[in-house]
């Protein structure tokens, strides 16, 4: 069976600083793998995935992660947040036998402070 | 173009009540997905739909939930009667098939709490 670990449940960070937050999985096969955000009431956002191909993944809002395959790893990065970054980022999997169950980590509380 | 839709957005009900939640999904998109998300979890799939058919209901409580689709395009998941450990916000997303690369997406919830 597949899991998604994300390491941090919260990191607090300054404005402008750079942020990783960080995300393993495990798995036997293939897998494709996301990162959503999900802002207060709101539902999830997706910022970025990673299918094939380059293993280093741009996405909205100034976010990108790097698949490595080695570490079973997919940590998201941004190199300098803002007040409006504030929110719940959700790592998930998806295994290329499983259909399109998407199978998501418990979710970092990425929280921006002036 | 509008977004996944959801209603209500919050619901607060009783204990051995019933609820009944209902998801639009975006127009042409063909599966649409349940996920339950306890507080300070990632979401936790319940029921994948493909066109009308259920193809994907092994993590949903049959003993007490139920969902249908009908025509293929609106959804409603009910529960029946609630318990307390139902309370949780129920999500809804939509795609346009199940390639690989059909982004899922995500309306914005129903917040159920059961009293």
Known sequence: AQSVTQLDSQVPVFEE?????????????????????????????????????????KGINGFEAEFNKSQTSFHLR????????????????????????????????????? | EAGVVQSPRYKIIEKKQPVAFWCNPISGHNTLYWYLQNLGQGPELLI???????????????????????????????????????????????????SFTDTQYFGPGTRLTVL
Do not use: M
């Not at chain 1, 999985?25 to 997706?46: A, R």
């Not at chain 1, 007040?83 to 929280?111: M, P």
């Not at chain 2, 066109?51 to 409580?61: G, H, R, T």
């Open chain 2, 48 to 98: 994948r739909y493909e066109n009308e058919e259920a193809v994907d209901d092994s993590q949903l409580p049959k003993d007490r939930f139920s969902a249908e689709r009908l025509k293929g395009v609106d959804s409603t998941l009910k529960i029946q009667p609630a318990e307390l450990g139902d309370s949780a916000v129920y999500l809804c997303a939509s795609s346009l098939g199940t």
């Open chain 1, 78 to 114: 941004k190199p300098s947040v803002h007040i409006s970054d504030t929110a719940e980022y959700f790592c998930a999997v998806r295994l290329e036998t499983s259909g399109s169950r998407l199978t998501f980590g418990e979710g970092t509380q990425l929280t921006v402070n002036p």
């Open chain 1, 17 to 57: 600083a750079p942020v990783e937050l960080r995300c393993n999985y495990s798995s036997s096969v293939s897998v494709y793998l996301f990162w959503y955000v999900q802002y207060p009431n709101q539902g999830l956002q997706l910022l970025l995935k990673y299918l094939s191909g380059s293993t280093l993944v």
